[in-house]
C-alpha cells in the first residue's frame, strides 16, 4: 500500500509575497486556498522569518515540510550554507518540525567535469551522513541538466551512487524536459525519494509578435520563439500524465508533492496556486491536501 502524501507549495514562487506581506501573512494566503504545506526555498532565514515560519505552524496548523540549503553560500541568493551554518540549519529544522532539507540546484562549479560532480556528490554525502545524526534527511533536487551523460551514465546516477545517504527530490517538469518518463523516474529512485515537485510542462501556442519577426525578414528571432515554445505550467494545464504521475509518486514513497511553477507568464502566483490546486481536486486527490 502507497502512503498517502501531502501536497503542498514549493515556496520559490512566493518569495515576493515573503518580501512584502511577511512569511506569516504569505502562508496565511497560501492557507486559505487549501494548501498546508510549504517548502521553503529562497527565503532568508533571519530571526524574523523563522519565528513567523513557526507561528504559521501553530496558528495555521501549516506543515514546513522542508528548508533549503547549499553547501557553501551561494553568491546573490538568500539561504543557509552547510559548510557555515551548519548548526543553526539544525536548529532551525527542529525548531519547525522540519525533518527533510534540500540541495535545489547542483552548483556550477560541480557541473565542469566528471570529477567536480563525484566531488560535490561526496561531499553531500558527508553533510547527509552528519544531518543523519540528527534526525534530518537530505534531498537533491534536479534540473534537466542532470540527464546529460558522461560515459553514458547520467549524472543524476553519478550523483545517487556517490551520495548513499543522501535521497531524491524528483521535479517531473525537468525530468520531461530531460527526455525521460516521469514515472519510470520515480519507479526507478522509489525508497530514495521523500520529495516530488509536482508542474506541468506545456507546449504553448507561438505568440503574435513571432509572425512579425518572420515577415520583417528575422528567421532567428522567429526560431527562437520557435523554441521557447516550451513553457512551465500550472498542474493538469500541461501535457504530463498527473493521474499516473501521482500514484507513482506515493507508491515510490513520497511524502510531499509540492506544486510550483518557474514562470507564470502574466498571471499572479495565487491565481497559478489556485488553478493547480482546483485541478488536483477535481482529479480526486483532495484528500492529499
Do not use: C
Request: charged letters at 25%; hydrophobic letters at 45%; aromatic letters at 8%.
Amino acid at each position: 500500500m502507497a502512503n498517502t502524501a501531502t501536497v503542498g507549495v514549493q515556496a520559490m514562487m512566493l518569495k515576493d509575497s515573503f518580501a512584502d506581506l511577511g512569511a506569516f501573512e504569505t502562508l496565511r494566503k497560501v492557507s486559505a486556498i487549501g494548501y498546508n504545506a510549504v517548502e521553503i526555498s529562497q527565503i532568508p532565514m533571519t530571526a524574523d522569518n523563522v519565528a513567523e515560519l513557526d507561528r504559521s505552524r501553530s496558528e495555521l496548523g501549516m506543515d514546513i515540510a522542508a528548508l533549503s540549503v547549499a553547501m557553501e553560500t551561494p553568491k546573490g541568493r538568500p539561504g543557509d550554507s552547510l559548510a557555515e551554518h551548519f548548526d543553526k540549519i539544525v536548529d532551525d529544522a527542529k525548531r519547525l518540525d522540519s525533518k527533510l532539507l534540500r540541495i535545489g540546484m547542483l552548483p556550477f562549479p560541480a557541473m565542469t567535469s566528471i570529477g567536480a560532480l563525484i566531488d560535490f556528490a561526496k561531499e553531500a554525502n558527508g553533510y547527509a551522513e552528519r544531518l543523519q545524526e540528527h534526525g534530518i534527511g537530505l534531498y537533491y533536487h534536479n534540473h534537466h541538466i542532470e540527464f546529460a551523460k558522461f560515459d553514458g551514465k547520467y549524472l543524476l546516477d553519478i550523483i545517487a551512487e556517490n551520495s548513499p545517504a543522501m535521497g531524491m527530490e524528483i521535479d517531473v517538469h525537468w525530468v520531461q524536459r530531460g527526455g525521460l518518463d516521469p514515472v519510470r523516474t520515480l519507479e526507478k529512485y522509489a525508497g530514495r525519494t521523500a520529495m516530488v515537485h509536482l508542474k506541468d510542462y506545456r507546449i504553448g501556442a507561438l505568440p503574435e509578435n513571432a509572425f512579425g519577426l518572420l515577415e520583417s525578414g528575422d528567421l532567428p528571432g522567429f526560431m527562437q520563439e520557435f523554441r521557447n515554445v516550451v513553457q512551465f505550467a500550472e498542474v493538469g494545464e500541461g501535457n504530463l500524465d498527473f493521474p499516473s504521475i501521482i500514484p507513482a509518486a506515493q507508491a515510490a514513497g513520497a511524502e510531499y508533492l509540492l506544486v510550483e511553477q518557474d514562470e507564470l507568464y502574466g498571471r499572479t502566483v495565487w491565481d497559478a496556486l489556485q488553478t493547480s490546486h482546483d485541478n488536483l481536486v477535481a482529479m480526486g486527490h483532495s484528500h492529499l491536501f
